[in-house]
């Protein structure tokens, strides 16, 4: 060591932000260097797994759906077939069942009937997506 570089260390002058060599480098590039990949690679890998995971949810979601739709056409087209054999009689009954039970629970009433709707538009619109 220089005679320089000792009385600066005894005096604790002539150190800079740049580090104890005074070149521009500090003593931790290396080791910021050496975690940065490492970290970022984790980083990365749990960003692809979060994905990887929200796409098998989503396709999971996708073929409940589709099940549900598939069972609810299915439910209405056999309504729709039981009702077109039905009398008057019979329908006013059921009107009127229907009725009382949208006033007991009106919640489920309008749950059924934004479902009935969207299967409805679906049905209606037909294979005229965009």
Known sequence: MSDYQSRNMETGSGTSSMGETGTGESGMSGETTGQSTPTRQRIQEKA???MQRVSGKVNELSQSVSRMSHEMTD????????????DRSELSVMYDDILEQARM???RAILISAGVGMILG????GGRRH
Request: glycine content about 10%; aromatic content about 0%.
């Open 122 to 125: 679906m049905l209606m619109r």
């Open 75 to 86: 439910r209405l087209r056999t309504g729709v077939d039981r009702m077109r054999h039905m």
């Open 105 to 107: 629970h009106p919640g």
């Open 48 to 50: 692809s797994e979060a």
